[in-house]
């Protein structure tokens, strides 16, 4: 376990601003080059199945150019696993996807297709990948990540970052606690993420046991007024505050 909380930076919405023009500007390349510069343990990018925001090209110039490493989120689809095997990713996050969806909505349901998902996590072992499985905070799918042989989990922390009550908050940040113990307990490392901010980080990076957060749209977004450095830098940190609090 780290003695720090990790920083995986998100890059997909560099690519979601080239997209809406399709121009060859932002380039998430350049973005993750500066990111890494900054600081950031890792780059996030999920190729979606309808390639709204990162496309092939970006993966495989990313797989070339990166320093740190490269965490590939995918869907658990014959025609993504086949390209994880083109690129060979250090580390992949296999996610629900929905195309009508405006973001990643709830975590994977590893439970109720757990033989379709531990044939995934043998596939992407045998290229070497390190294989993170990103579900809701619950034990229920922490157990069958277990079952799958994943060695890691990603907590969709979603549904804390959307909670409009201080209860609300407080009772989905509980939730999430008690699940990274718990998967700690049965050996998992711990990484969580999705929308996590500037006000909402550290409570989360606080928590013994967090590995890495993953964090894009609001980096992305403050980017636009600071710069990507400074906005990575900010992120990191409150992540190392949080963690010499603790
Ligand atoms: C899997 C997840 O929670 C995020 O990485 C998300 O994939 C970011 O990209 P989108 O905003 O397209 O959902
Ligand atoms: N897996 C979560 C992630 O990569 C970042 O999500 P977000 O910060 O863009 O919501």
Same mark, same amino acid.
């Given at each position: 376990? /780290?003695p720090r909380?990790?920083?995986?930076?998100n890059?997909?919405?560099?690519?979601?601003l080239?997209?809406?023009?399709?121009?060859r500007?932002?380039?998430?390349?350049?973005?993750?080059?500066?990111a890494?510069e900054?600081? *950031?343990?890792?780059?996030?990018?999920?190729?979606?199945?309808?390639r709204?925001?990162?496309?092939?090209?970006d =993966?495989?110039?990313?797989?070339?150019v990166?320093?740190t490493?490269? /965490?590939? $989120?995918?869907?658990v689809?014959?025609?993504?696993? *086949?390209f994880?095997e083109?690129?060979?990713?250090?580390?992949?996050c296999?996610?629900? $996807?929905?195309?009508e969806?405006l973001t990643?909505?709830?975590?994977l349901? @590893?439970?109720?297709?757990? &033989?379709? @998902?531990?044939?995934?996590?043998?596939?992407?072992?045998?290229?070497g *990948?390190e294989v &993170?499985l990103?579900?809701?905070?619950?034990?229920?799918?922490i157990? *069958?990540?277990?079952?799958?042989?994943?060695?890691?989990? $990603?907590?969709?922390?979603?549904?804390?970052?959307?909670?409009e009550t201080?209860?609300a @908050?407080d009772?989905?940040?509980?939730?999430?606690?008690?699940?990274?113990?718990?998967?700690r307990?049965?050996?998992?490392? @711990?990484?969580?993420g999705?929308?996590?901010?500037?006000?909402?980080t550290e409570? =989360?990076?606080?928590?013994?046991?967090i590995? $890495?957060?993953?964090?894009?749209?609001?980096?992305?977004?403050?980017?636009?007024?600071?710069?990507?450095?400074?906005?990575?830098?900010?992120?990191?940190?409150?992540?190392?505050q949080?963690? /010499?609090?603790?």
């Amino acid at each position: 376990m /780290n003695p720090r909380v990790l920083l995986g930076v998100n890059i997909d919405h560099v690519a979601t601003l080239r997209q809406a023009r399709g121009t060859r500007y932002p380039d998430p390349v350049q973005a993750a080059l500066l990111a890494e510069e900054a600081g *950031a343990d890792g780059i996030t990018i999920h190729p979606r199945e309808d390639r709204r925001h990162i496309q092939d090209r970006d =993966v495989l110039l990313l797989k070339e150019v990166l320093q740190t490493k490269m /965490n590939l $989120e995918m869907a658990v689809t014959d025609a993504m696993l *086949a390209f994880a095997e083109q690129v060979r990713p250090e580390c992949v996050c296999l996610v629900p $996807e929905k195309r009508e969806e405006l973001t990643t909505e709830g975590g994977l349901d @590893v439970d109720g297709q757990e &033989s379709r @998902v531990a044939k995934a996590c043998e596939r992407l072992g045998r290229i070497g *990948a390190e294989v &993170s499985l990103f579900i809701d905070p619950d034990p229920l799918q922490i157990d *069958a990540a277990v079952r799958c042989g994943a060695p890691v989990v $990603e907590l969709h922390t979603g549904e804390y970052a959307e909670a409009e009550t201080p209860e609300a @908050v407080d009772a989905a940040f509980r939730t999430i606690a008690e699940a990274v113990a718990y998967a700690r307990k049965k050996g998992l490392v @711990v990484n969580a993420g999705h929308g996590l901010h500037y006000h909402n980080t550290e409570r =989360v990076a606080a928590i013994a046991g967090i590995n $890495e957060l993953n964090i894009g749209h609001a980096i992305v977004a403050r980017a636009v007024f600071t710069g990507l450095k400074d906005a990575v830098r900010d992120m990191k940190a409150i992540l190392d505050q949080a963690r /010499n609090r603790a």
